[in-house]
């Protein structure tokens, strides 16, 4: 990056790369705001220099040299299992798994749901945008029922393959005592930074499993428009996907 | 010198993975080469347990062989299951008690667990009943065929938990393989806690090893 | 600093499981990470029990692609960690190990085969050569020893560690369901003893200082975007195994200088059979020898040929359809060979028989 720009940079977190910014992302794309809340979080916690960033392959993939932190980008699905890894080896590590809504929920979900049953220390962050980006919008576990996708063609019929997985919902379920579980979404960035903190501070006191889902928006597969795609993520999205916390350590379980 | 190669078979539950543990184990504590394998064929729990032995005083090459030279044989699906060991070199000991199958069928599949680990083992009951003997269809190949009746000797003059140990005393006397004390002091090795607290426990398991060294002559 | 779980030598009598167990731990090895499977879980039993002994850790994964991922993230993060599976197990770890040839991370996995394909038996076989040596969507960057007993498998567990992280390919101990369950004796020792220093281990994530300040961050990734940049990237790792080769291969020659009517080929246990027919063939008036690569991957070929050139002909033994024979038909590529086959797919193969098929071939 040319000297001169410094003075017209953008505020970024002390943590991302720099040399690799301007990012990969589509313009629009939810990935870039999801990250920045997450590189906030972590100068706010300072742990950079302790941190290992994974990330899934997919649209996710491309954050592979998004922060000046070590990072393994990982086969799909995988990544809950290599950060699950890193942290059995070396505890003092912060260990994050990112990932979309297939490494989360479809080809990685038996990894999910064990290191949730088994508490694992680690933090994974998943990013829901209702479909499977980088391989051309196909049907996710995610996506919403009537929405079209490229294996969806005509909607997606929930006779045919059921309703949208509600990740966090299913993770507090069967998450121990100690896992911190919330769902935030790009369109409130302050609150998404909050939850990611939070499920941050989790591991760092060695509590448990964290995760948290971020709602994000694929204008380039959901070929919509800027006011379209806000309108998804805000309105459609967060009608079927309520934000929120749904297990935060110590705090009374309601049935 | 030829390796001696037995092949030790019974119900799962009647100890056939300890007395040849026992055997392999002396034989190396006396300086022998001895391996020991367990079960090939289907692996089952509660239905034949098999185990192959070798003693030499060279290195004993392929853990598997195709024929035996001495057979134990103590129940009658044993007896079915260790006939493709008999050649006429062979000398073939078979139980004439009378045994139930255990639970599990032979063709069972998918099980797992290998009969190596003796607490897998489950007990499996003599029927008494000697008016009711299943015809056994013995080899006819074999060099010698010996019956002891190991099953109702064990429970009418020794103890039925030392059945194992007495068929243990036939093959130390039928192969010479390796010294008593020898398989003595491995008893001692596996059982001697349980001999401290019940000295009675070391007497009847000696007792059981000459009785089953009674019951043969040295063959090989 | 924790005792050493073993001191000087001793002289035991164990099962293929438990010596692997042991090694591992006189290895130094920090974690394992691994998956029940018939017939190594034996191994990891061992492992719980004494690894909390001498202060290393285990993690039972949710299944074996979990298995050698978690392993992957161990090692990567510096520590010195293994696995073991076996059959589908196998199957499922071609996926994690692609990444680790792919990557040059030294991942340890030891491995005694079972019968295939699918879950065919628990109880033995030489049909994961072709997948444990060129498994994956790889090339075959890969070391693999092909132990044929209990001493062996003590030896080259802990060579495993020092092969991987010095050479930073995925080493394989390949064993087999035999091997594993079987009681031999054998010395285990400390490997310091015998003059064998274990070699460090290094984090390639999660280093000392400040990623992009005080040192450089580490990117690690296996996608790339256009052909020539992967291009690059593979020839260079085929650079290195190449060089690395010749260093790596290992194998035993048994009366191969003279000539001989027929060279045994065999691999594993199956050469025990082959070294127990020897004496047992030239009673016979067969003047038999035997070469036995314990390196599958690199293959020596070059040795395996210098031995087949004195034979009249080769016979290949393995207890598989034909995967060690394709290894072999590569190596002996362009000579004027006769090759016979005993293939005996799961199946175990005595002395007796290799002597009846070698006469009957004659």
Partial sequence: MAKNTELLAPAMPKCWNPDTKPHKFCPGCGHGLVLKALGEAIDELGIQDKTVFGCDIGCSLLSWDFFNIDSIQTHHGRT????????????????????????????????????????????????NNTNYGMTGGQMAPTTLPGQKTETSPYGRDPEESGYPTLGPEMVAAIAREGAYVARGSMSNLRQLKKYLKKALQNQIDGNGFSFVEALSACPTNWRTNAEATWHFVEKDMAEYFPVGEFKVPGEKEEK | MAATRIVLAGEGGQGVQVIANILAESANAEGKEAIYIPNFGVEQRGGVSLAFVQIDDERIGSPKFPKADIVVALSNRAVDRTRQYVDNRTTFVYDDSLVAAAEIDEHAMGIQAVEADPRNQRRTEVIDDSKKRDKVDLPDNAASVVSISANDIAKNELHPRVFNVMVLGAV??????????????????????????????????????EKGMSLVERVV | MSDKPVKGEKRVFMTGNEVCAWAALAAEADIMYGYPITPQTDIMQYWTRLAPKFGRKFLQTEDEISAGFTTLGGVMAGKRAFSATTGPGNTLFQEPMSMAEMMRIPAVVILPQRGGPSTATVIYSQQEVTMTAFGGNGEGFRVVYSTSGHQDLYDYTIKSFNTAWKYRFPTFVLGDGYQAKMREPLTIYDPAERGIEMVK??????????????????????????????????????KDYEKAAPELMEWENFDTDGEMDVLILAHGVVSRAAQEALPLLKEEGIKAGHFRPITLRPMPEEEMRKAAKNAKKVIVVESAYGQFLKLVKEALYGMDKQIDTVLRPGAGVTAEEIVDEIKEGR
């Fill in chain 1, 80 to 127: 809950t299992p290599v950060i699950t890894g890193v942290k059995r080896a070396r505890p003092e590590l912060i260990g994050i798994a990112y990932m979309g809504d297939g490494g989360g929920y479809a080809i990685g979900s038996q990894h999910l749901v064990n290191s949730a049953t088994r508490n694992e220390k680690i933090t994974a962050i998943l990013v």
């Fill in chain 2, 172 to 209: 130390l006397k039928a192969t010479g393989v390796v010294p008593l004390e020898q398989v003595k002091a491995a008893l001692e090795a596996k059982l001697g806690d349980k001999f401290e607290k019940n000295p009675e426990l070391r007497d009847l398991n000696y007792k059981a090893l």
């Fill in chain 3, 201 to 238: 281990t290094e984090p390639m994530v999660g280093l000392p200082g400040m990623p992009g300040e005080e040192r450089m961050t580490e990117y690690l990734r296996n996608t790339y975007n256009t052909e020539e940049e992967l291009y690059e990237v593979v020839m260079d790792i085929a």
